[in-house]
């Protein structure tokens, strides 16, 4: 897991997106609220804004964070877990793994380990960021529910991080990353689609949207925990079919 983490923090891929998330998002989400707030009445921007904005206070400026958080990190964990399994296929590098003591399977389950260790550590990165940037937004005093709103924005975060772990296996299989970013970016069209035709609640990718506000507090309080327990079984499943790829996988 050590080699894999090494491996990581010395790709600058991985530090321009942790850039991106980190301090990209929550002064995107800073820009939106006090655009929101300050901003002229009845222009296109500010009602366009405002109905991304629910409550008052930290609950309102952090659960404009968990909604764009639930869009940007799907993109960016997605792109770097196909780079984490497609890079050695593409530097061919991948032949070594064969002389290695440890086996394929450890390998695999070490790349997922520390991706989603890495998100986690993006999400609790990018939350504390954003408490930081919050008098930007013109909103001071810390409250409960600022805490509650940091939970649930941890939470969209690494369910998030989780639906990107079949990805691995796409791009493990078509031996590269850009494929796997090609099935990305597949997945946020057709995230778009189930959303439209009303069925979104059953899709994991969608449902994590929904929850975090994307759709309105009227979407958001028809995802159930059985709508969420979707996002662990789906990033399982990526785990397992590709721990099950790297197992018997052969050099071509």
């Known amino acids: 897991m050590l080699v894999e983490w090494l491996k990581l923090r010395r790709s ?3 530090w321009v997106t942790a850039a991106l998330l980190v301090v990209g998002v929550p002064a995107m989400a800073s820009g939106f609220l006090s655009a929101a707030r ?11 804004i405002s109905t991304m904005v629910v409550g008052e206070g930290w609950a309102a400026y952090l659960g404009v964070l968990g909604q764009i958080m639930s869009v940007a990190m799907p993109l960016g964990a997605g792109i770097v877990t196909s ?18 003591p440890t086996s394929r ?6 790349k997922c380990a520390v991706v989603t260790g890495w998100a986690c550590g993006v999400g609790v990165a990018s939350v504390v960021v954003g408490c ?5 937004a013109g909103i001071w005093t810390p409250d409960r529910l600022m805490f509650d709103a940091a939970g649930k924005v941890l939470l969209v975060s690494l369910g998030s991080a989780m639906l990107t772990l079949p990805l691995a296996f796409v791009a493990s299989v078509a031996r590269g990353y850009l494929p796997a970013i090609a099935v990305l970016i597949l997945i946020v069209v057709l995230t778009q689609i189930v959303t439209v035709i009303g069925v979104g609640r059953w899709f994991p990718y969608a449902a994590v949207s929904l929850w975090a506000g994307m759709g309105g507090e009227g ?8 709508h969420l327990a979707l996002v662990p079984v789906t990033g399982l499943a990526g785990v397992a079919v590709t721990t099950w790829w790297w197992r018997r996988m052969q050099v071509v």
């Open 12 to 14: 600058r891929l991985v």
């Open 38 to 48: 300050f901003g002229s009445p009845g222009s296109p921007t500010v009602l366009k």
């Open 83 to 100: 780079w984490c399994f497609g890079r050695e296929f593409i530097d061919r590098t991948v032949s070594s793994l064969f002389a290695m």
């Open 105 to 110: 399977a450890t390998v695999a389950v070490a």
């Open 132 to 136: 930081l940037l919050g008098p930007v």
């Open 219 to 226: 979407a958001a309080a028809e995802i159930h925990l059985r």
